[in-house]
C-alpha cells in the first residue's frame, strides 16, 4: 500500500457544454509505467492536466502520498514533484537550452544570472537522459525529438518524482522513441513514476507496467500489461471491434499525371524526382525531417525550389504557387492541422469552403450562401463529420473530425491529385479507420494520391508504391510486393544503399 | 454564467458611480446652490457653459478666474476641455446647447474651426463669447482675450531695441497652425520689417511651445551660426527656457539676448535672474474674470455690440517683476 | 439537453451584452440628466460618432487580418487638408472633392497595405511610419495654415439633415451597410477573416493572403477619406492638427466591439455599438458637467471592462 504515491479519486470535470471527465479514479505506484489510453476527447490528458495543475478538478479529489492537496498553478504542482510534458512543446525557441532548462529557477550569484553554473548543470542534466549538446545551442536549433529529451531533462531538474508524457512519440521517429524508451527504463529504475499518454498499441505494449483506459470522460478499467492483449484493449478503448483496421483496395493504377524532376531547395532538399500515376496511392516513408514535407509544400508552391520542374498532365508548371497548383488540381491536406490546415476560430461551414469561395460566389464577389451550405452540408454527410452544427467553430471538434475538414475543403475542389502529411496523426482508432477508406476509395475513384506517413504499418497498408527518404534525399522506391518493414528501415536510415 | 453577468454588472456600475460621483462632487464644489432646476429659476443665476481648448497651466489658472466670477455674480459654471481636438469642441457646444446653457464661452482650439459655433450658438438663439483665441471670421463677436500680434511685437521690438537696433535674431514659434503661433508671429514680423537691411532673421522654427524641442534646436542652431545669433524670440517663456539652456551650456548667454510672452513663474524667475530680457505678461486669472462678466453684462442687456475686448499685456522686466513674484506667484 | 439550451442563452447573452450595456447607460443617463433623452441631443450623439464610427469600422477590417492601422488620424488630416485646399483653389463639382479626399486615403492606405502584405513589415511600424508621413505631408500642403472659408455647400454636408437624419450619420450608415455586406455576403469577407484566423491556412487554401492584407490597408484608407470630408465639413476648415490620436479612439471602439487584436475574430456591428458606448460616454460626461480629466478615466475603465469582458468569453 505504500507504493500509492498519487491517487486521484472521484474526479469531475465539465467545461462549456461537455462533462470531460465524470467520477473517475487513478493511482500511480512507485516505480511503475502507466499508461494511460482512450479514444481521443475520454478525458486523459484533462485529468493529467488536473493532476499538474493546470485545470482544477469541479469535484473529487487528489492525494499525494496519501495527503489531500490542490495545485492551483502548474508551478504548485511542480514544486510538490509532479511534471507534465504537453504534448505540443512550447520552449522559448530565441533562448539556450540552458536557460530553458532552468527558466524560473535560475542560478544566481546576487543579483546576477551565473551562467557558468547553470551551463554545466545543464550539461549534467542532459547526460541523464542521453543528450549531447552544447548547453549554449538555441532551442529553436533542435529537433522536435531533442526538445522533447530536454523537457524530460527538465523534469528531472525539478527532481520530479512523477513524470507525466502526453503523447512523446506523436511527433518524433522510431529510432528516437527507442531512444526515449531507454531513458524512461532508467527513470522507472530511478523509482520514479511515468504516466505515458499514447494511441498506439505497440507502444503500450512495450514499455507500459499498468494501463488505464478512458472512454468518453468515464473510467473504464486498470489492468496489469501481462494480463491483457492488444484485441482486449481496442474493445475497451472503443467498445467494439475492429476486424480490419485497413480496408481492402481495388483501385488501378493508370497514366501518369505528375512528374516530379531533380526539384532542389538548397539545404533542405535535393535533386528529387518520381512520377504518379491516376488511381495510385504513392507512400512517403522517411523519419521526421528527412524531407517529406519539405518536398510537397516546394511541389504546392508553398516554398519556392531553387532547381528542377514539375509537369501536371503532362505540362510544365512554371513558377508554381497554392493558387496556381490548386487550379490545376492538387489538394493538400497539410500535416499540421492547426498550424496550416484549418482556421481553428472559423466555423466548420467557413473552413470547408474556404478553397471553393471562388466558384461558389458570382462576378461581383457574392457568395452564393444557399448553394455553399449545400455543398457543405453534403461533405459533411458524406464523410460523416460529426459536429453539432455547420456554424459550430472548428477548434472545439475533434482532431479526427477537425481532419475530416480539412479533407472535405479539398474533396469540395473535386482535385486530381491529392497529397496527405501525416493523415492520421493524433486521431484516434476509430477515425483513422474512416480516413483509410476514404483514401481508398478516392483511389478507386481513379484520384491520384500521395500519402505520407511516418507509421510504418499505415505505409504498408495504404500504398501501392512506396519511395523513401534520408536527409532530403530520395534513397529508395520499391513496389508494395518488395516493400517489408525492414527494407523500408534500411532506406530511412540509409544503412544500405540499394538492392532493390 | 452569473459570474459573467455579474463582473458585467460590475463594470456598468463602475462607470455609472463614477458619473453620478463627479457630477454631485463638481456640483458641491460650485458654492452652495445643488439642485439644478432651482438654478435657473432663480433669476440672476445664469449658467454658463465654456469649453477651452486643453488645460495647460494657463488655461487652469484662466478657469480659476472664471470660477472665482462666476461665483461672485452667482451664476453656475459648466466646465469642458476640448482636449485640442477641433471636432470634440464643436461637439461640446453641441452638446452645451442641448443642455439649453444661457451663454457659451469658447476658448478655440482653432480659431477657424470654430467658425461652425457662431452658426449653431446662433440658430439656438444662445450668444456666444470667445475668450483667449480669437475666432477666424468676418462678423462681429463678443471677445475678451490677449492681443498676440501687439505680444509679438512687443517682444520683438525690446529684443532689437536692446541689440541696439541691428543684428541677427532667431524666432522659436509655436505648433504651426495655432492662432497664437500666427498672431505672435505676426506681431514678430511686423516690427521685423521696419528695420529691414538692419536686422536679419537668420531662422524660424517650431519647438511646440516645449522647453526641451527649444534646448536642442538652439543648441543646433549655435552650432550652424556661431556666434552670429544676437537675439533669441522666443513666442513663449518654456521655449526662451530651453534656448537659455543651450546658450548657457554654449558658454554664449552673455552675448545674445531672449525674449518671451506668457509670463509663466519660471519666466519671471528667468527675467529677476537677468536670464531672460523680458516677457509679455498675460494674466490668465483677469483674462478668465473678464470672459465671465462680459457673459454676465450680455445677457443683462449691459452689453449690446459685438466687438473685440484686448486685455492689457504689460512687459515684464527686472523691473516690475517682482510685483508678480509677490502675489500669484508667492509660495 | 438542459446544458444545451443553456449554451445557447449564454451565447446568445454575451452577443447582445454590449448592447445591453449602451442601453442600461443610456437608461442611468436619462435618470440623472434631463437633457439626455431629448431628440437634438440624441441627434446630436448620432451625429458625433459619424467619424470615429466610421474609422473604427476601417480599423476593424484591418484588426480582422490581425494588423493594426496607427495611421488613420493622420489620414483623415492629409485627406481633409487636401479637400480643403482644392475647394479653396479649384472650382470643381464636391462629389469630385470628394471622391478626391476618397482617393488620397486610399492611396496611403495602399502605401500601408503594399509594404505590410509584400515585404512584411510589422502593420505597427510601417502605419507609424505612414502617420508621421501624412502628418507631415498635411503641413507641407497647408504650410501649418488651416485652410478656411469654404464653400457653404460642402459645409452642408456636416451640419444638413435629410429627413430630420444628420447626413454625417446617414454616411456612417451607409458605410456600415457596405461593410457589413463586404465582411459577410461576399468572399472577399470569408478571405479577411480566414487570413486572420490562421494566414498560413489561407495560403494552403489558394487564398492571395498578400493581395488581401494589402486590401485591407486600403479599404482603411478609404475610411479615413470618407471621414475627413465629413471632419472639414463638420468644423469647416481643413486643420493640419485635425484627427490627432483619432487611431486611439478607433480601436477602442474596435476593440469594445469584440473584435481581437490578434486577428480572426470580431463583427462590424460589435464596433458600431463600440462607437455608440464610447459616443453616449462622452455627450453624457459632458451633459453632467464631469471634468475631462475624470473622463479619460472612466474611457478606459470601459476599454479594460470590454477587453475582460472578451477574456472571460474565450476562457
Same mark, same amino acid.
Given at each position: 500500500?505504500?507504493?500509492?504515491?498519487?491517487?486521484?479519486?472521484?474526479?469531475?470535470?465539465?467545461?462549456?457544454?461537455?462533462?470531460?471527465?465524470?467520477?473517475?479514479?487513478?493511482?500511480?505506484?512507485?516505480?511503475?509505467?502507466?499508461?494511460?489510453?482512450?479514444?481521443?476527447?475520454?478525458?486523459?490528458?484533462?485529468?493529467?492536466?488536473?493532476?499538474?495543475? !493546470?485545470?482544477?478538478?469541479?469535484?473529487?479529489?487528489?492525494?499525494?502520498?496519501?495527503?489531500?492537496?490542490?495545485?492551483?498553478?502548474?508551478? &504548485?504542482?511542480?514544486?510538490?514533484?509532479?511534471?507534465? !510534458?504537453?504534448?505540443?512543446?512550447?520552449?522559448?525557441?530565441?533562448?539556450?537550452?540552458?536557460?530553458?532548462?532552468?527558466?524560473?529557477?535560475?542560478?544566481?550569484?546576487?543579483?546576477?544570472?551565473?551562467?557558468?553554473?547553470?551551463?554545466?548543470?545543464?550539461?549534467?542534466?542532459?547526460?541523464?537522459?542521453?543528450?549531447?549538446?552544447?548547453?549554449?545551442?538555441?532551442?529553436?536549433?533542435?529537433?522536435?525529438?531533442?526538445? &522533447?529529451?530536454?523537457?524530460?531533462?527538465?523534469?528531472?531538474?525539478?527532481?520530479?518524482?512523477?513524470?507525466?508524457?502526453?503523447?512523446?512519440?506523436?511527433?518524433?521517429?522510431?529510432?528516437?522513441?527507442?531512444?526515449?524508451?531507454?531513458?524512461?527504463?532508467?527513470?522507472?529504475?530511478?523509482?520514479?513514476?511515468?504516466?505515458?499518454?499514447?494511441?498506439?498499441?505497440?507502444?503500450?505494449?512495450?514499455?507500459?507496467?499498468?494501463?488505464?483506459?478512458?472512454?468518453?470522460?468515464?473510467?473504464?478499467?486498470?489492468?496489469?500489461?501481462?494480463?491483457?492483449? #492488444?484485441?482486449?484493449?481496442?474493445?475497451?478503448?472503443?467498445?467494439?471491434?475492429?476486424?480490419?483496421?485497413?480496408?481492402?483496395?481495388?483501385?488501378?493504377?493508370?497514366?501518369?499525371?505528375?512528374?516530379?524532376?531533380?526539384?532542389?531547395?538548397?539545404?533542405?532538399?535535393?535533386?528529387?524526382?518520381?512520377?504518379?500515376?491516376?488511381?495510385?496511392?504513392?507512400?512517403?516513408?522517411?523519419?521526421?525531417?528527412?524531407?517529406?514535407?519539405?518536398?510537397?509544400?516546394?511541389?504546392?508552391?508553398?516554398?519556392?525550389?531553387?532547381?528542377?520542374?514539375?509537369?501536371?498532365?503532362?505540362?510544365?508548371?512554371?513558377?508554381?504557387?497554392?493558387?496556381?497548383?490548386?487550379?490545376?488540381?492538387?489538394?493538400?491536406?497539410?500535416?499540421?492541422?492547426?498550424?496550416?490546415?484549418?482556421?481553428?476560430?472559423?466555423?466548420?461551414?467557413?473552413?470547408?469552403?474556404?478553397?471553393?469561395?471562388?466558384?461558389?460566389?458570382?462576378?461581383?464577389?457574392?457568395?452564393?450562401?444557399?448553394?455553399?451550405?449545400?455543398?457543405?452540408?453534403?461533405?459533411?454527410?458524406?464523410?460523416?463529420?460529426?459536429?453539432?452544427?455547420?456554424?459550430?467553430?472548428?477548434?472545439?471538434?475533434?482532431?479526427?473530425? &477537425?481532419?475530416?475538414?480539412?479533407?472535405?475543403?479539398?474533396?469540395?475542389?473535386?482535385?486530381?491529385?491529392?497529397?496527405?502529411?501525416?493523415?492520421?496523426?493524433?486521431?484516434?482508432?476509430?477515425?483513422?479507420?474512416? !480516413?483509410?477508406?476514404?483514401?481508398?476509395?478516392?483511389?478507386? #475513384?481513379?484520384?491520384?494520391?500521395?500519402?505520407?506517413?511516418?507509421?510504418?504499418? #499505415? +505505409?504498408?497498408?495504404?500504398?501501392?508504391?512506396? +519511395?523513401?527518404?534520408?536527409?532530403?534525399?530520395?534513397?529508395?522506391?520499391?513496389? !508494395?510486393?518488395?516493400?517489408?518493414?525492414?527494407?523500408?528501415?534500411?532506406?530511412?536510415?540509409?544503412?544500405?544503399?540499394?538492392?532493390? | 454564467?452569473?459570474?459573467?453577468?455579474?463582473?458585467?454588472?460590475?463594470?456598468?456600475?463602475?462607470?455609472?458611480?463614477?458619473?453620478?460621483?463627479?457630477?454631485?462632487? %463638481?456640483?458641491?464644489?460650485?458654492?452652495?446652490?445643488?439642485?439644478?432646476?432651482?438654478?435657473?429659476?432663480?433669476?440672476? $443665476?445664469?449658467?454658463?457653459?465654456? %469649453?477651452?481648448?486643453?488645460?495647460?497651466?494657463?488655461?487652469?489658472?484662466?478657469?480659476?478666474?472664471?470660477?472665482?466670477?462666476?461665483?461672485?455674480?452667482?451664476?453656475?459654471?459648466?466646465?469642458?476641455?476640448?482636449?485640442?481636438?477641433?471636432?470634440?469642441?464643436?461637439?461640446?457646444?453641441?452638446?452645451?446647447?442641448?443642455?439649453?446653457?444661457?451663454?457659451?464661452?469658447?476658448?478655440?482650439?482653432?480659431?477657424?474651426?470654430?467658425?461652425?459655433?457662431?452658426?449653431?450658438?446662433?440658430?439656438?438663439?444662445?450668444?456666444?463669447?470667445?475668450?483667449?483665441?480669437?475666432?477666424?471670421?468676418?462678423?462681429?463677436?463678443?471677445?475678451?482675450?490677449?492681443?498676440?500680434?501687439?505680444?509679438?511685437?512687443?517682444?520683438?521690438?525690446?529684443?532689437?531695441?536692446?541689440?541696439?537696433?541691428?543684428?541677427?535674431?532667431?524666432?522659436?514659434? $509655436?505648433?504651426?497652425?495655432?492662432?497664437?503661433?500666427?498672431?505672435?508671429?505676426?506681431?514678430?514680423?511686423?516690427?521685423?520689417?521696419?528695420? @529691414?537691411?538692419?536686422?536679419?532673421?537668420?531662422?524660424?522654427?517650431?519647438?511646440?511651445?516645449?522647453?526641451?524641442?527649444?534646448?536642442?534646436?538652439?543648441?543646433?542652431?549655435? @552650432?550652424?551660426?556661431?556666434?552670429?545669433?544676437?537675439?533669441?524670440?522666443?513666442?513663449?517663456? @518654456?521655449?526662451?527656457?530651453?534656448?537659455?539652456?543651450?546658450?548657457?551650456?554654449?558658454?554664449?548667454?552673455?552675448?545674445?539676448?531672449?525674449?518671451?510672452?506668457?509670463?509663466?513663474?519660471?519666466?519671471?524667475?528667468?527675467?529677476?535672474?537677468?536670464?531672460?530680457?523680458?516677457?509679455?505678461?498675460?494674466?490668465?486669472?483677469?483674462?478668465?474674470?473678464?470672459?465671465?462678466?462680459?457673459?454676465?453684462?450680455?445677457?443683462?442687456?449691459?452689453?449690446?455690440?459685438?466687438?473685440?475686448?484686448?486685455?492689457?499685456?504689460?512687459?515684464?522686466? %527686472?523691473?516690475?517683476?517682482?510685483?508678480?513674484?509677490?502675489?500669484?506667484?508667492?509660495? | 439537453?438542459?446544458?444545451?439550451?443553456?449554451?445557447?442563452?449564454?451565447?446568445?447573452?454575451?452577443? /447582445?451584452?454590449?448592447?445591453?450595456?449602451?442601453?442600461?447607460?443610456?437608461?442611468?443617463?436619462?435618470?440623472?440628466?434631463?437633457?439626455?433623452?431629448?431628440?437634438?441631443?440624441?441627434?446630436?450623439?448620432?451625429?458625433?460618432?459619424?467619424?470615429?464610427?466610421?474609422?473604427?469600422?476601417?480599423?476593424?477590417?484591418?484588426?480582422?487580418?490581425?494588423?493594426?492601422?496607427?495611421?488613420?488620424?493622420?489620414?483623415?488630416?492629409?485627406?481633409?487638408?487636401?479637400?480643403?485646399?482644392?475647394?479653396?483653389?479649384?472650382?470643381?463639382?464636391?462629389?469630385?472633392?470628394?471622391?478626391?479626399?476618397?482617393?488620397?486615403?486610399?492611396?496611403?492606405?495602399?502605401?500601408?497595405?503594399?509594404?505590410?502584405? /509584400?515585404?512584411?513589415?510589422?502593420?505597427?511600424?510601417?502605419?507609424?511610419?505612414?502617420?508621421?508621413?501624412?502628418?507631415?505631408?498635411?503641413?507641407?500642403?497647408?504650410?501649418?495654415?488651416?485652410?478656411?472659408?469654404?464653400?457653404?455647400?460642402?459645409?452642408?454636408?456636416?451640419?444638413?439633415?435629410?429627413?430630420?437624419?444628420?447626413?454625417?450619420?446617414?454616411?456612417?450608415?451607409?458605410?456600415?451597410?457596405?461593410?457589413?455586406?463586404?465582411?459577410?455576403?461576399?468572399?472577399?469577407?470569408?478571405?479577411? /477573416?480566414?487570413?486572420?484566423?490562421?494566414?498560413?491556412?489561407?495560403?494552403?487554401?489558394?487564398?492571395?493572403?498578400?493581395?488581401?492584407?494589402?486590401?485591407?490597408?486600403?479599404?482603411?484608407?478609404?475610411?479615413?477619406?470618407?471621414?475627413?470630408?465629413?471632419?472639414?465639413?463638420?468644423?469647416?476648415?481643413?486643420?493640419?492638427?485635425?484627427?490627432?490620436?483619432?487611431?486611439?479612439?478607433?480601436?477602442?471602439?474596435?476593440?469594445?466591439?469584440?473584435?481581437?487584436?490578434?486577428?480572426?475574430?470580431?463583427?462590424?456591428?460589435?464596433?458600431?455599438?463600440?462607437?455608440?458606448?464610447?459616443?453616449?460616454?462622452?455627450?453624457?460626461?459632458?451633459?453632467?458637467?464631469?471634468?475631462?480629466? /475624470?473622463?479619460?478615466?472612466?474611457?478606459?475603465?470601459?476599454?479594460?471592462?470590454?477587453?475582460?469582458?472578451?477574456?472571460?468569453?474565450?476562457?
Amino acid at each position: 500500500m505504500e507504493n500509492i504515491v498519487l491517487e486521484a479519486r472521484n474526479i469531475t470535470k465539465r467545461f462549456p457544454g461537455v462533462l470531460a471527465l465524470s467520477n473517475v479514479n487513478f493511482r500511480l505506484v512507485k516505480g511503475k509505467v502507466h499508461a494511460l489510453m482512450g479514444e481521443n476527447g475520454a478525458g486523459k490528458s484533462t485529468l493529467m492536466k488536473i493532476i499538474a495543475g !493546470i485545470y482544477q478538478a469541479d469535484e473529487g479529489n487528489v492525494f499525494l502520498h496519501g495527503e489531500k492537496v490542490v495545485f492551483h498553478t502548474p508551478k &504548485q504542482a511542480l514544486t510538490n514533484g509532479i511534471s507534465m !510534458i504537453h504534448q505540443e512543446l512550447s520552449p522559448i525557441l530565441d533562448m539556450t537550452i540552458a536557460e530553458n532548462l532552468f527558466l524560473g529557477k535560475e542560478f544566481c550569484k546576487g543579483k546576477f544570472i551565473d551562467y557558468r553554473r547553470m551551463n554545466s548543470e545543464a550539461t549534467a542534466l542532459m547526460e541523464r537522459v542521453g543528450v549531447d549538446l552544447p548547453p549554449t545551442m538555441l532551442m529553436k536549433e533542435l529537433s522536435v525529438s531533442q526538445m &522533447q529529451m530536454i523537457e524530460i531533462a527538465k523534469a528531472l531538474a525539478y527532481n520530479a518524482e512523477i513524470i507525466i508524457m502526453d503523447e512523446p512519440s506523436a511527433t518524433i521517429t522510431e529510432r528516437e522513441i527507442a531512444n526515449l524508451f531507454e531513458i524512461i527504463q532508467g527513470l522507472k529504475e530511478d523509482g520514479r513514476c511515468i504516466v505515458y499518454i499514447t494511441h498506439k498499441m505497440d507502444e503500450v505494449f512495450r514499455i507500459a507496467d499498468e494501463i488505464t483506459v478512458f472512454r468518453d470522460g468515464q473510467y473504464i478499467g486498470t489492468y496489469d500489461a501481462d494480463d491483457i492483449d #492488444e484485441n482486449q484493449l481496442v474493445v475497451k478503448m472503443v467498445n467494439r471491434e475492429l476486424t480490419e483496421i485497413y480496408p481492402k483496395k481495388n483501385n488501378k493504377a493508370a497514366d501518369e499525371i505528375l512528374r516530379v524532376e531533380n526539384l532542389c531547395q538548397k539545404g533542405v532538399f535535393e535533386d528529387i524526382s518520381f512520377t504518379l500515376r491516376k488511381g495510385e496511392i504513392l507512400g512517403f516513408s522517411g523519419l521526421m525531417g528527412s524531407g517529406r514535407t519539405e518536398v510537397m509544400n516546394a511541389l504546392f508552391g508553398i516554398t519556392h525550389p531553387t532547381s528542377g520542374t514539375i509537369y501536371i498532365n503532362g505540362e510544365k508548371v512554371d513558377k508554381p504557387n497554392p493558387r496556381k497548383i490548386i487550379s490545376k488540381g492538387i489538394g493538400y491536406v497539410t500535416e499540421d492541422r492547426k498550424g496550416n490546415g484549418l482556421v481553428l476560430e472559423m466555423s466548420v461551414y467557413d473552413n470547408t469552403i474556404l478553397p471553393s469561395l471562388s466558384k461558389l460566389s458570382n462576378r461581383m464577389g457574392v457568395v452564393n450562401r444557399r448553394k455553399a451550405l449545400e455543398v457543405a452540408e453534403e461533405y459533411k454527410e458524406k464523410l460523416k463529420i460529426k459536429t453539432p452544427g455547420l456554424q459550430q467553430t472548428v477548434k472545439q471538434l475533434s482532431g479526427g473530425n &477537425q481532419q475530416k475538414i480539412v479533407l472535405a475543403k479539398w474533396l469540395i475542389q473535386n482535385p486530381d491529385i491529392i497529397i496527405f502529411d501525416e493523415p492520421t496523426r493524433g486521431i484516434d482508432v476509430g477515425a483513422k479507420t474512416e !480516413i483509410y477508406k476514404l483514401v481508398a476509395n478516392l483511389a478507386e #475513384e481513379g484520384k491520384a494520391i500521395i500519402f505520407i506517413s511516418s507509421e510504418m504499418p #499505415e +505505409i504498408l497498408g495504404m500504398s501501392d508504391r512506396v +519511395i523513401v527518404f534520408y536527409e532530403g534525399k530520395k534513397t529508395g522506391e520499391l513496389s !508494395i510486393e518488395e516493400a517489408t518493414q525492414e527494407r523500408i528501415m534500411m532506406y530511412a536510415s540509409d544503412v544500405e544503399k540499394g538492392g532493390a | 454564467m452569473k459570474k459573467r453577468l455579474l463582473s458585467m454588472f460590475l463594470v456598468l456600475a463602475m462607470a455609472a458611480s463614477m458619473l453620478m460621483g463627479c457630477s454631485t462632487g %463638481t456640483e458641491s464644489s460650485d458654492g452652495g446652490s445643488s439642485e439644478t432646476e432651482e438654478k435657473t429659476e432663480k433669476k440672476d $443665476g445664469y449658467t454658463i457653459g465654456c %469649453t477651452v481648448y486643453y488645460m495647460t497651466e494657463f488655461i487652469t489658472l484662466m478657469v480659476e478666474g472664471m470660477e472665482e466670477k462666476a461665483k461672485e455674480l452667482g451664476c453656475n459654471l459648466v466646465m469642458l476641455d476640448a482636449q485640442n481636438d477641433a471636432q470634440n469642441q464643436i461637439t461640446q457646444v453641441e452638446n452645451l446647447i442641448a443642455q439649453k446653457v444661457d451663454i457659451i464661452v469658447v476658448a478655440a482650439v482653432d480659431s477657424d474651426a470654430i467658425v461652425p459655433a457662431i452658426e449653431m450658438c446662433e440658430n439656438a438663439g444662445i450668444p456666444l463669447v470667445g475668450v483667449n483665441m480669437l475666432i477666424n471670421t468676418d462678423q462681429p463677436y463678443h471677445y475678451v482675450g490677449p492681443d498676440d500680434v501687439l505680444a509679438g511685437e512687443l517682444e520683438m521690438q525690446h529684443a532689437i531695441d536692446e541689440i541696439g537696433g541691428k543684428g541677427n535674431v532667431v524666432i522659436l514659434e $509655436g505648433p504651426i497652425g495655432q492662432s497664437a503661433q500666427i498672431q505672435r508671429l505676426e506681431g514678430n514680423m511686423n516690427v521685423l520689417k521696419k528695420y @529691414e537691411g538692419k536686422v536679419e532673421l537668420l531662422a524660424q522654427q517650431t519647438a511646440n511651445w516645449s522647453r526641451e524641442e527649444a534646448l536642442s534646436l538652439v543648441e543646433n542652431w549655435i @552650432e550652424t551660426f556661431g556666434g552670429k545669433i544676437n537675439a533669441v524670440v522666443a513666442q513663449n517663456d @518654456e521655449m526662451a527656457l530651453g534656448a537659455i539652456q543651450a546658450l548657457e551650456a554654449a558658454g554664449v548667454k552673455d552675448k545674445v539676448v531672449v525674449t518671451a510672452v506668457d509670463a509663466i513663474k519660471d519666466g519671471c524667475n528667468a527675467v529677476k535672474e537677468g536670464k531672460l530680457l523680458g516677457t509679455v505678461y498675460q494674466d490668465a486669472a483677469l483674462e478668465g474674470q473678464e470672459a465671465v462678466q462680459k457673459a454676465y453684462d450680455v445677457l443683462e442687456g449691459k452689453v449690446t455690440e459685438k466687438k473685440l475686448d484686448y486685455i492689457d499685456m504689460p512687459w515684464i522686466t %527686472t523691473e516690475n517683476v517682482d510685483d508678480l513674484l509677490t502675489t500669484i506667484y508667492a509660495d | 439537453m438542459g446544458e444545451k439550451t443553456r449554451g445557447f442563452d449564454k451565447k446568445w447573452i454575451q452577443t /447582445y451584452m454590449l448592447i445591453f450595456i449602451v442601453i442600461g447607460l443610456g437608461v442611468i443617463l436619462s435618470f440623472i440628466s434631463s437633457n439626455f433623452l431629448t431628440v437634438t441631443n440624441l441627434l446630436n450623439v448620432v451625429r458625433q460618432i459619424a467619424v470615429n464610427g466610421i474609422l473604427a469600422i476601417g480599423m476593424t477590417i484591418v484588426c480582422l487580418t490581425g494588423g493594426i492601422d496607427l495611421s488613420v488620424g493622420s489620414i483623415v488630416a492629409f485627406s481633409g487638408i487636401i479637400a480643403a485646399g482644392m475647394l479653396r483653389d479649384t472650382g470643381y463639382p464636391i462629389i469630385i472633392i470628394v471622391l478626391a479626399a476618397i482617393v488620397v486615403g486610399a492611396v496611403c492606405g495602399l502605401y500601408n497595405g503594399y509594404f505590410v502584405a /509584400y515585404w512584411n513589415a510589422a502593420p505597427f511600424v510601417v502605419t507609424l511610419s505612414m502617420m508621421t508621413i501624412a502628418r507631415g505631408m498635411t503641413y507641407v500642403y497647408s504650410d501649418g495654415r488651416p485652410i478656411s472659408n469654404l464653400r457653404t455647400e460642402f459645409l452642408t454636408i456636416g451640419k444638413g439633415s435629410i429627413a430630420g437624419i444628420p447626413i454625417p450619420t446617414l454616411i456612417l450608415v451607409v458605410v456600415f451597410i457596405l461593410g457589413s455586406i463586404m465582411l459577410t455576403k461576399l468572399k472577399f469577407g470569408r478571405y479577411v /477573416y480566414a487570413v486572420g484566423g490562421n494566414e498560413n491556412a489561407a495560403m494552403v487554401s489558394g487564398i492571395n493572403v498578400k493581395r488581401i492584407k494589402m486590401m485591407v490597408y486600403v479599404l482603411s484608407g478609404i475610411a479615413c477619406g470618407i471621414a475627413a470630408i465629413i471632419l472639414t465639413a463638420r468644423v469647416s476648415a481643413g486643420l493640419p492638427q485635425a484627427g490627432e490620436s483619432y487611431e486611439l479612439d478607433a480601436i477602442a471602439a474596435t476593440v469594445i466591439g469584440g473584435t481581437s487584436l490578434s486577428g480572426g475574430r470580431g463583427r462590424l456591428w460589435g464596433t458600431i455599438v463600440g462607437a455608440v458606448l464610447l459616443g453616449i460616454v462622452n455627450n453624457g460626461l459632458d451633459l453632467l458637467n464631469v471634468s475631462s480629466f /475624470y473622463q479619460q478615466i472612466v474611457k478606459g475603465l470601459i476599454i479594460l471592462g470590454a477587453i475582460l469582458i472578451d477574456s472571460k468569453r474565450n476562457s
